[in-house]
């Protein structure tokens, strides 16, 4: 039977394995991206970096508690260039790609919001930054990789949910962690997180946009009013 420590020290290899393989998936996601607009293998590990480590080192650089753990430990650039390297020699375009990689992405995004936000919960910030940063944490990578292309990160509409996912994943994480349950709430965080994602995905469900509303749109309603 597991003790309580050996039942913590598991969960935190399980959620560690699945942050190195959401960095490898989202390197990869950041060179097939290099690859579409014919960059040279510096472009490729530059994007791979920031797809797989970008929000991970914004969280750390925020938190002003030391060097970002993506620099302090090497399996987290090794991880990174390693997908670089591979999104350069092999093209991941194909059918089994395309069905690995959403489960893959939502992994990745449920771990790293529940980590990110307890990370800054246990650090002093209090419920609503920390709920900020696991979801910066989450869908940063993204943005950068986005920008650095020239186009409109994809959490801003038009896509299936996706930070909203990583706001609920952060959420739990925080709602385990102030009542003492630190390891579940990452549990729970990521996998309610991961399969909002996915199903997100399956279903289509998209924010709305804008609501125009305004004193034309009032009239205009009162004048289709029966009576």
Not at 8 to 29: E, H, K, M, P, R
Not at 104 to 123: I, N, P
Not at 135 to 156: E, H, K, N, S, Y
Request: glycine share 14%; with cysteine; aromatic share 8%.
């Amino acid at each position: 039977m597991l003790t309580g420590a050996d039942a913590s020290a598991g969960t935190a290899v399980v959620l560690a394995v699945l942050d190195l393989i959401g960095v490898f998936a989202n390197a990869i996601l950041g060179g097939s991206v290099a690859r579409r607009h014919r960059f040279d293998p510096i472009g490729f590990a530059a994007l791979a970096i920031a797809s797989g480590l970008g929000g991970g080192i914004i969280r750390d650089v925020l938190l002003q508690q030391g060097p970002p753990v993506a620099l302090t430990n090497p399996a987290y650039l090794v991880t990174a260039l390693a997908g670089a390297g591979l999104a350069f020699f092999v093209h991941f375009e194909h059918r089994p790609w395309k069905l690995v990689f959403p489960y893959v992405d939502a992994l990745a995004l449920g771990c790293w919001a529940a980590v990110g936000a307890q990370k800054a919960l246990l650090s002093g910030l209090s419920w609503l930054p920390s709920l900020l940063l696991g979801v910066v944490t989450a869908v940063g990578g993204g943005v950068i990789r986005d920008l650095a292309v020239g186009q409109r990160p994809t959490i801003f509409g038009g896509n299936t949910l996706y930070a909203s996912c990583a706001l609920l994943a952060s959420g739990l994480a925080i709602a385990g962690t102030m009542t003492g349950h630190t390891q579940v709430g990452a549990m729970v965080g990521t996998g309610v997180g991961a399969a909002s994602c996915l199903l997100a995905r399956w279903r289509g469900w998209m924010l709305p946009e804008a609501v125009e509303w305004g004193p034309s749109t009032w009239f205009a309603w009162r004048r289709k009013r029966p009576g």
